[in-house]
């Protein structure tokens, strides 16, 4: 299954370092089906969106995700990709950008002629580079947000009411971000999406340093021992007990100054749900817990 990481670090940039693949990993690991890609996306002084990633189609290309990255943004996206469709390239990894904005995405869902058509009505086929369910779906969150005049929250309510209604769902879970703002979305309840808001001002002194790890991405920052921020993560990345899982449904936006809003926008019942024996065996595979 991919692995989702975000997280807002609040009105001044930090430095944080990412690994995305543990290392060094076992024998007995290697011997597992290893990711298909993996990236970070992070946004420069000037709010410019800089993404660093790369397809891992062989465990020789794999020392890009293992080399400590050090990084300093407002927000960091990290994702690491199974694939479901698309080849292991470049251009079908994410994260992916538009419109300034980065976008991860972990689920699977069908009928992408349908979105194709639907899309091009829309005059964004040229936002699409590669063959992923993932890109065009985020195509469709652009262009509902241009409609709505940049309206980030809106494009991404209209987007999966859309496809919620219109196509064969699996999951939609996702992660959008600006140098300002972050959105997560859990939806269905396929995959779990779990938050974290954490203030080490709370906490008893002196306050850790962040080291957040799940068993695929691991980052680290000693700034976040001295300041407020939110974390998202397919999975709780430490023994923190504010780690909460996002409800089904949930649309959470995080603020400049970390205010956290949730919403619950979508229906309460897809359409038309797939299940992981509806999938094509390598969808399938890729979506397994």
């Known amino acids: 299954m991919c692995r989702l990481f975000g997280l807002h670090a609040g009105p001044r940039p930090v430095r944080a370092t990412f690994w995305l693949l543990d290392a060094p990993d076992s024998l007995a690991e290697q011997s597992h089906r290893e990711p298909d890609g993996a990236g970070i996306g992070t946004f420069d002084a000037d709010g410019r969106a800089r993404v660093a990633k790369q397809p891992l189609a062989a465990w020789e290309d794999h020392a890009f995700a293992r080399e400590a990255r050090d990084l300093k943004s407002t927000t960091f996206l990290a994702h690491v990709r ?32 349908r979105l194709d058509q639907h899309l091009a009505r829309l005059g964004v086929t040229d936002l699409v580079q ?58 269905p309840a396929t995959h779990e999406l779990h938050m974290l808001e954490r203030d080490p001002a709370a906490e008893p002194a002196p306050a850790a340093p962040l080291n957040a790890r799940s068993n695929r991405i691991h980052s680290r920052s000693t700034d ?39 919403t619950f926008p979508f229906p309460d019942a897809l359409a038309h749900p797939l299940t992981l024996s509806d999938l094509e065996p390598s969808a399938a595979a890729s979506q397994k817990p």
Do not use: K
């Open 130 to 187: 590669g063959q992923t369910d993932s890109e065009r779906l985020f195509a469709l969150i652009t262009a509902e947000t241009r409609r709505t005049g940049g309206d980030v929250g809106a494009g991404i309510t209209r987007a999966i009411n859309w496809v919620a209604e219109e196509l064969s769902v699996f999951s939609l879970n996702l992660i959008v971000t600006t140098a300002t703002d972050l959105w997560a979305v859990r939806y």
């Open 82 to 113: 199974y694939a479901s469709t698309g080849a292991h390239t470049m251009v079908n990894t994410h994260p992916f950008e538009q419109d300034g904005r980065l976008f991860a995405h972990n689920g699977a869902f069908s009928g992408l002629e």
């Open 224 to 262: 976040l021992s001295l300041s407020p921020h939110v974390l998202f993560a397919t999975e709780p990345m430490d023994q923190n007990p504010g780690w909460r899982p996002m409800a089904p449904g949930e649309l959470v936006h995080v603020s400049p100054v970390l205010a956290v809003t949730a």
